[in-house]
């Protein structure tokens, strides 16, 4: 009879079943926050310990590695320090050059923020040769008088045309164009200019960025050259300074 005056007697069940639903939901939300919290405020020196006894009971052999703290500084990532202005420096050694009866033709332009003068080997030295002429040696120590004014980095890259070597002396272009940076780099530091030059051979690698309209003559000529970089920031040490 009851069941007949109540037919909604599992209403009441039904109607408050969704609390367990939420009860549930905030028993997960609190585990989550209670797990953010605590990976947030671990301490370093006890998991240190639980990993070690864990280590210890699960891999017994294995081979115990203490960590030292180092004292790399942080060179690699400091922000360079502008040089001087490179339309400047354009103008400058353009002026410069042109007095100058051996480097006169030699080509000033700019590649990105650096100037680079770009000096057939010719004109400084013999056909697949490191030795500088007399004539040579004169143009880059008065060179050298003016980079010696300029607070810029400076690097020296040397170039080669595809061409084998049939010196002995050398045994690739790759020899014969780092032969010839050092060469130069050599020169100029005997004429006074003291500052770190970073010396590169790049033998007949850029041969392809030279465009086939230049003529074969004067894309063989243009080659085989020496390109002095003034990079835009201001001089300091590297891993490939020499002098």
Same mark, same amino acid.
């Given at each position: ?124 030295? +013999? ?8 004539? +040579? ?107």
């Amino acid at each position: 009879m009851s069941d007949r005056k109540n037919p909604f007697r599992h209403s009441d069940n039904h109607s408050a079943s969704w609390m367990l639903t939420f009860a549930d939901l905030l028993s997960l939300l609190l585990t989550f926050f209670v797990l953010l919290f605590s990976m947030s405020t671990i301490q370093f020196d006890q998991w240190k310990s639980v990993v070690r006894t864990m280590s210890d009971q699960f891999n017994p052999k294995r081979v115990a590695v203490d960590p030292q703290p180092h004292s790399t500084p942080q060179s690699l990532l400091k922000e360079k320090v502008p040089g001087l202005n490179q339309a400047y420096l354009t103008a400058l050694l353009s002026r410069t050059l042109s007095q100058d009866p051996i480097l006169k033709d030699a080509i000033v332009h700019r590649v990105r923020d650096d100037v680079v003068i770009s000096v057939p080997a010719s004109f400084l030295f +013999g056909d697949k040769d490191a030795v500088p002429t007399p004539d +040579g040696v004169q143009a880059l120590k008065q060179l050298a008088g003016t980079l010696v004014q300029v607070r810029n980095r400076l690097l020296i890259a040397g170039h080669t045309d595809d061409r084998a070597v049939r010196d002995r002396m050398f045994r690739s272009n790759w020899e014969l164009s780092l032969a010839r940076t050092r060469t130069v780099a050599g020169i100029m530091a005997d004429a006074g200019y003291r500052e770190p030059i970073t010396a590169l051979g790049y033998a007949d690698t850029r041969f392809f960025e030279l465009g086939a309209e230049l003529g074969s003559a004067r894309r063989n000529q243009l080659a085989e050259r020496i390109d002095i970089l003034i990079i835009n920031e201001k001089r300091e040490r590297g891993p490939y300074d020499i002098f």
